[in-house]
């Protein structure tokens, strides 16, 4: 068992190391990507019901609910939770962003590697080249794997938000 776990972590490490320093942190920005995606949608599974539930009987709790200051209470209060219903969403959608641009700083530093070998070695060593255009591929593909997977749980995430910031306006209702 602890063999083909270290076998693993080798595996990943020569992935690593064959990406260049880019690599790393295309990874540290899908782990938060993903950490905050996740965290959103624990927070509309758990959190989000129970701040939607309270506010929904401090409203219906009002004797009235048709004059002027009422209808600025009630934008308030669908302020109020749709701010911590779209909390993270615009750093979700930023860091799917920039995956690809990280993704592309890979592709130049590698790039450069390749040119780095043609100058000195006038492109006699094609394996050192070839390691320049995998150092420059990787982190593209890993910053495009990253950006797609960030569209895909940001648009989750996204409907959730607009859903659960609609059916708090519907709940309250003005009817009194």
Known sequence: MSWSLSEALETVRAFVASGGPVLLAIAVLTFILWTLIFERIWFYRSSLR????????????????????AHQIRAAMVSRISDSIRANLDMIGTITALC??????????????????????GGADAKSMAGGVKQATIPTMAGMVAAISGVFGGTIVNQIAEREAQLL????????
Do not use: Q, Y
């Open 100 to 121: 690809p641009l990280f993704g592309l700083l890979g592709t130049v530093s590698g790039m450069i590697e390749v040119f780095n070998v043609l100058a000195t070695t």
């Open 50 to 69: 129970r701040l939607v539930k309270n506010t929904v009987d401090a409203w219906d709790s009002r004797a009235e609910r048709k004059s002027w200051n």
């Open 169 to 176: 306006e519907d709940h309250l209702t003005m009817d009194h």
